[in-house]
């Protein structure tokens, strides 16, 4: 029902029959990804240990939090472009639902707590377990998110 | 020549097997996707910063040097998990127009990466960012875009991929 409103109104039906719009609407949507996942994983790397001799003072979650969530803007509008165009498919893919209804939600509310103890974590001397294990944990599921999405023409 | 070598490439047991296994060929997709994410968002992270878009109140020099490393190394997995895809169908790309397009941007993008590297901590020492290092910046995001378009035109435009 709400795929097929969706997929019909007038900017799905524009995406969907230009040439070019839909390949733009994929590099905007991975555009968006890029900031987003660059700069979450980067965060959960420094909480492992990497690179983190030369950087003691860095607030590195702090200092790319308005970027890190300028990209996941980006990413959502991309997204749910892309997913508009055929939004009777989505809903139906294994795949898709799995990322859309489990994964993505479940980064998310991991990213929000690391990046709240982030600044504590880093100003700590000694990076504690909790941090790291936050971090592998973040890293992991976008992994799955990146491969629940390409699984996704595989499960239709 | 490189037509004859594109051939050999595809013909590869262990390429075709690589790319015709649905599991290995998902798995090059994800790690292309994955490590392609870090690369262009780690890019971004310095050349917004050497713009003064993010993290003025950050050490340039020190926040290029913990991203540097995530730059070079997600190249080298996007670069290997590339390569091997554009092997599987070595023959189709090269007749590809849109690919020499994408190969010749991303060229151009490392050949700014290079730049930035090499000159952000003499950037970084300066009382101001020089005009010259923004625009390297500004080069050096436009270009990681355009390689993302280009690279989805590959398959939209072509077919191939």
């Known amino acids: 029902m709400f795929g097929h409103w969706l997929q019909n109104r007038p900017f799905a039906l524009e995406i969907a029959g230009s040439e070019w719009a839909y390949p733009i609407v994929q590099a905007i949507h991975f555009t968006g990804l890029s900031i987003w996942v660059g700069t979450s994983v980067i965060v959960d790397f420094s909480l492992l240990g990497a690179g983190r001799k030369s950087s003691t003072s860095l607030h590195l979650s702090e200092a790319l939090f308005i970027w890190n969530w300028i990209g996941f803007a980006i990413a959502v509008t991309g997204g749910f472009l892309l997913f508009s165009v055929s939004a009777e498919t989505y809903l139906v893919n294994l795949a898709f639902l799995t990322k859309l209804g489990l994964l993505i939600p479940l980064g998310l509310a991991l990213h929000i707590v690391i990046q709240q103890k982030a600044p504590a974590w880093e100003n700590a001397s000694e990076t504690p377990r909790i941090a790291k294990v936050a971090g592998i944990a973040e890293l992991l599921v976008w992994f799955c998110v990146v491969t629940a999405a390409v699984l996704i023409p595989y499960a239709g | 020549m490189l037509l004859h070598i594109c051939g050999w490439l595809q013909d590869n047991a262990f390429i075709a097997a690589i790319n015709g296994t649905a599991w290995t060929a998902a798995g090059l997709e994800i790690v292309h996707y ?121 398959p939209a435009l072509t077919g191939v991929g």
């Open chain 2, 34 to 154: 994955f490590s392609m994410f870090i690369l262009v968002g780690a890019m971004l992270i310095v050349d917004l910063r050497v713009l003064g878009l993010v993290g003025r109140r950050q050490d340039a020099t020190q926040l290029a040097g913990l991203l540097f490393p995530w730059v070079w190394i997600s190249l080298a997995f996007n670069f290997v998990s590339g390569f091997l895809m554009f092997a599987g169908s070595a023959v189709s790309y090269y007749r590809n127009d849109v690919f020499y397009d994408k190969i010749g941007i991303i060229l151009l993008a490392i050949a700014a990466n290079i730049v930035v590297h090499q000159k952000v901590r003499k950037w970084g020492q300066l009382p101001a960012m020089p005009a010259s290092a923004k625009l390297a910046a500004f080069i050096s995001i436009g270009l990681w875009i355009g390689a993302i378009i280009a690279g989805v035109e590959v």
